[in-house]
């Protein structure tokens, strides 16, 4: 019996249409004549769903008790027992009730397919166990209910069911997916416009995902190698060089000319040891490929193009980035290099040969480490000084052995000179044995003449055979020591890199680190100064340096301070201070330096960032100044003017109902007068640093009626919708009510009569939101951020077109209080201005419905 197949319909979020797209196949299938019924279908009373359900087969429902309510959930022994050719099943990743055969549905779906049954399901990108966490930090909600990736992954069809953030709004707002009483709620919360945005980018990139898995296993069950241009892929290969910044940045300009282009970085390190690249450079290298986009990769292999190409066409590459041969004329007559080797290869990888100042310069190699001690070589050295000497001694002393029986014991001595001493000791060895035994062993005896051919042989042997085992243990030697010091090495960068993940200040661990790895007393990096740099006669001086980061008792000053310099770039150096480091240390400190320069470089830029961020504020606060003063103090100023000049006047006669009405209209204007000077005496106050914010918890259901009230009659028709169970805003009460005001009476002026505006509140992710919503003409998304600017005609504002009056002083009230404000579409035309305020205890959202 064959395992049924299963398609998945995936979405963003509720209400993009997944049951429908999944019903109309359904019904297409049936229309074909194939035997589909519908095991579970959850229309979450969406009457278009629930049409399309048809005439469609629906087996019942299986009811079941837990904790005193009734639930229905899919009958999964009905429908095995029906045995149709499809089946229907909703909601993937829905949690069974207790009782049921399998806890997940997708469970219940697996035991279908493996009966011959194939199945037709929807899932939500938010419901993927894999980027769960990721939906909870961009929306707030944690989603209990998710599916393993590989289920999903082993569908043999996904079809992506898509909608933009604003069409998802707008059936929103239309009541096509939740009830009226839920929509204000859920397009203030989990329907947010960035919210839908990013989570439709997460389905798009993993459905992107799962096309690259099934592009790949293609091309693998057909035998494929050729290069499929899907999407541009832009490898650049590292030697580990100076020159691979070069490389680097060509390569991302090369994949920056396509639309959404890979940008991937390899290194491929020698699997025989033979070669090796520099790891300062690499970890630079690899630094600035991150900064740029792309990845960094390293691979194993013996054969630089082969494990080059293997590569660029496992990941599918279109093009390949090279750096021009570093080695020079003479050595290109007897090798190609790399790059023409790669070339000549590539077949449809397109290949670019960069040219760079390395080019052409032949490599730099450093001496290749001893690979013993000197110790152990003057003991080698002695061994065969004296060794060979008393060996020859012993077998005189005992003549019934053959020529090649002294041989084998001269090798003997040769193979224990290598192990002792090495490569030269056991040479000389093997020279000398060689003498002695012609002399002493070989006749015609005390000359150096041979006369037999055999004997000639035999000594021939011995010295290529001792030469040979020499060899080989000095390069065993040589490859344990490189292998330990690599390891070493790796375990100290590894205890670095652990330092910083482990939260520590990157600079002081990475500094700190360094100092106990080589056991120095101080270390120090040292900036060059402006007044220094381009001079290198006055960088020698102490004065032209200043410590910028150091540990340790007495740390250096001046890179004549120190025992060990390595310089990172033009003005960074990093000097070590307590003993001498040998070269092959000098590989690791660079690594260090290169990653104490980059942190170095991201403490600078957190500094500089919080330094200008009260600048900004400064400025967001000298704007609302002004905004004030151009129209807020006029209104009143001018109000209260015109009434006490009328009452002044000689030239009318009030009667007292209208003297009555003016000296209203007086002491109005000339409270909210003292109002308002009274907030900008705090403004200037609180721009100044004088004045702190006095937050408390405070109940939205308390602001906002005394805002309406500050309004007066305009205000009576403004609706409210605040939810009883919402928790306190940590805020300044009277700052609220002030930015409240002037939202409400801004949307007051631009909705239309029948049409007032309405005020919801909401908690999300830790802050709560008021809302102002007004039906109005709106404004384009590319103006918002001049509706908090103050406009103005003739020198003065225009208070009759004006857009946003005061809505400068509110940004600067808010963002004092550590709130914000920030406008949005009205679903169905108008603007609303979200107002954010931190809340006093924290919240937690549910998840929306499917």
């Given at each position: 019996m064959s395992r049924g197949e299963l398609r998945i319909y995936l979405g963003a979020a509720p209400g993009v249409g997944k049951t429908y797209a999944m019903l109309e196949e359904a019904q297409r299938r049936a229309e074909r004549g194939t035997d589909v019924v519908i095991g579970l279908v959850e229309t979450h009373g969406r009457p278009h769903t629930a049409t399309m359900i048809g005439d469609l087969e629906q087996v019942p429902r299986r009811t079941i008790t837990y904790r005193g309510a009734e639930f229905t959930e899919m009958d999964l022994d009905a429908v095995l027992a029906r045995r149709p050719e499809v089946v229907v099943v909703d909601e993937l990743a829905h949690t069974n009730v207790p009782g049921s055969r399998h806890d997940k549905r997708w469970r219940d779906v697996q035991e279908l397919l493996d009966a011959g049954i194939s199945v037709l399901s929807t899932v939500n990108v938010q419901h993927l166990e894999s980027i769960n966490d990721v939906v909870a930090r961009i929306t707030g909600t944690t989603q209990r209910e998710t599916v393993p990736d590989e289920i999903v992954r082993a569908a043999e069809q996904v079809e992506l069911v898509d909608m933009t953030p604003e069409a998802l709004r707008r059936r929103m707002a239309h009541g096509n997916i939740y009830r009226p009483d839920k929509i204000d709620a859920a397009l203030g919360n989990y329907f947010r416009v960035g919210n839908l945005t990013a989570l439709r980018e997460l389905a798009l990139l993993w459905l992107a995902d799962k096309v690259d898995e099934q592009l790949d296993r293609y091309r693998a069950q057909q035998g494929i190698s050729a290069t499929w241009e899907a999407r541009e892929r832009v490898v650049v290969a590292l030697t580990g060089g100076p020159e691979g910044e070069t490389l680097i940045r060509r390569a991302a300009r090369i994949a920056a000319r396509s639309k959404g282009a890979d940008l991937l970085a390899v290194h491929v390190a020698r699997s025989d040891g033979l070669a090796g690249a520099d790891p300062a450079q690499l970890a630079r290298q690899r630094v600035l490929t991150e900064s740029l986009g792309g990845t960094y990769h390293q691979v194993l292999g013996t054969d630089i193009p082969a494990a080059l190409l293997e590569f660029a066409r496992g990941v599918n590459a279109t093009q390949l980035v090279l750096g021009a041969s570093r080695r020079g004329r003479f050595a290109q007559l007897f090798a190609r290099g790399v790059g023409v080797n790669t070339t000549a290869l590539s077949g449809a990888i397109d290949v670019h040969l960069v040219t760079h100042p390395e080019a052409g310069r032949g490599r730099r190699t450093t001496g290749v480490p001893a690979a013993l001690s000197r110790r152990r070589r003057l003991l080698g050295f002695a061994l065969a000084g004296l060794g060979l000497p008393l060996l020859t001694s012993l077998l005189q002393a005992l003549p019934d052995l053959t020529l090649t029986n002294d041989i084998l014991l001269f090798l003997a001595g040769v193979v224990g000179v290598a192990l002792v001493g090495g490569l030269w000791p056991a040479l000389v060895a093997a020279l000398g044995g060689s003498l002695l035994l012609n002399w002493f062993f070989t006749p015609p005896y005390h000359t150096l003449t041979i006369a037999e051919a055999d004997n000639l042989l035999a000594l021939g042997v011995f010295v290529g055979v001792a030469v040979a085992v020499s060899w080989v243990v000095d390069v065993a030697a040589r490859r344990t020591r490189e292998a330990a010091r690599a390891s070493a090495d790796a375990q100290t960068l590894a205890t670095v890199a652990g330092g910083v993940l482990r939260g520590e200040r990157p600079l002081p661990a990475l500094l700190d680190r360094l100092r106990e790895t080589f056991g120095l007393r101080a270390v120090s990096v040292l900036e060059l100064t402006a007044e220094a740099e381009g001079r290198p006669a006055r960088a020698r001086e102490e004065s032209a340096w200043r410590v910028v980061a150091s540990v340790g008792a007495a740390p250096p000053g001046s890179p004549s301070a120190g025992e060990t310099t390595v310089p990172v770039d033009d003005r960074l150096t990093v000097v070590l201070a307590g003993r001498r480091l040998e070269a092959a240390d000098r590989r690791v400190v660079e690594a260090f330096a290169a990653q104490a320069a980059l942190a170095l470089r991201?403490?600078?830029?957190?500094?500089?960032?919080?330094?200008?961020?009260?600048?900004?504020?400064?400025?967001?606060?000298?704007?609302?100044?002004?905004?004030?003063?151009?129209?807020?103090?006029?209104?009143?100023?001018?109000?209260?003017?015109?009434?006490?000049?009328?009452?002044?006047?000689?030239?009318?006669?009030?009667?007292?109902?209208?003297?009555?009405?003016?000296?209203?209209?007086?002491?109005?204007?000339?409270?909210?007068?003292?109002?308002?000077?009274?907030?900008?005496?705090?403004?200037?106050?609180?721009?100044?640093?004088?004045?702190?914010?006095?937050?408390?918890?405070?109940?939205?259901?308390?602001?906002?009626?005394?805002?309406?009230?500050?309004?007066?009659?305009?205000?009576?028709?403004?609706?409210?919708?605040?939810?009883?169970?919402?928790?306190?805003?940590?805020?300044?009460?009277?700052?609220?009510?002030?930015?409240?005001?002037?939202?409400?009476?801004?949307?007051?002026?631009?909705?239309?009569?029948?049409?007032?505006?309405?005020?919801?509140?909401?908690?999300?992710?830790?802050?709560?939101?008021?809302?102002?919503?007004?039906?109005?003409?709106?404004?384009?998304?590319?103006?918002?951020?001049?509706?908090?600017?103050?406009?103005?005609?003739l020198g003065d504002r225009d208070n009759t077109t004006g857009v946003g009056l005061g809505l400068a002083l509110s940004r600067g009230l808010a963002e004092a209080m550590g709130g914000s404000i920030t406008p949005e579409t009205t679903p169905g035309g108008g603007l609303t201005m979200v107002l954010r305020l931190p809340a006093a205890a924290p919240t937690h959202a549910e998840g929306p419905q499917e």
């Open positions: 991201q403490e600078r830029l957190t500094e500089e960032a919080a330094a200008a961020r009260p600048l900004a504020e400064a400025d967001r606060m000298r704007t609302a100044l002004l905004a004030a003063v151009s129209h807020d103090l006029r209104t009143p100023l001018a109000s209260a003017k015109a009434a006490v000049s009328s009452l002044r006047s000689p030239d009318i006669d009030f009667d007292p109902e209208d003297q009555a009405e003016l000296l209203a209209t007086a002491d109005e204007s000339l409270d909210r007068l003292g109002r308002l000077v009274a907030n900008l005496l705090d403004m200037s106050r609180l721009q100044a640093g004088a004045l702190g914010v006095t937050a408390v918890p405070v109940g939205v259901e308390d602001i906002v009626p005394r805002a309406l009230d500050e309004l007066g009659p305009p205000a009576a028709d403004v609706t409210t919708d605040l939810p009883t169970d919402l928790p306190a805003a940590h805020a300044d009460p009277g700052l609220v009510e002030r930015v409240l005001v002037n939202i409400v009476a801004n949307a007051l002026r631009h909705s239309p009569p029948d049409r007032p505006p309405t005020i919801t509140a909401s908690a999300h992710a830790g802050q709560v939101e008021l809302r102002v919503i007004d039906t109005g003409p709106g404004i384009p998304e590319d103006q918002w951020e001049h509706v908090f600017l103050p406009f103005q005609r």
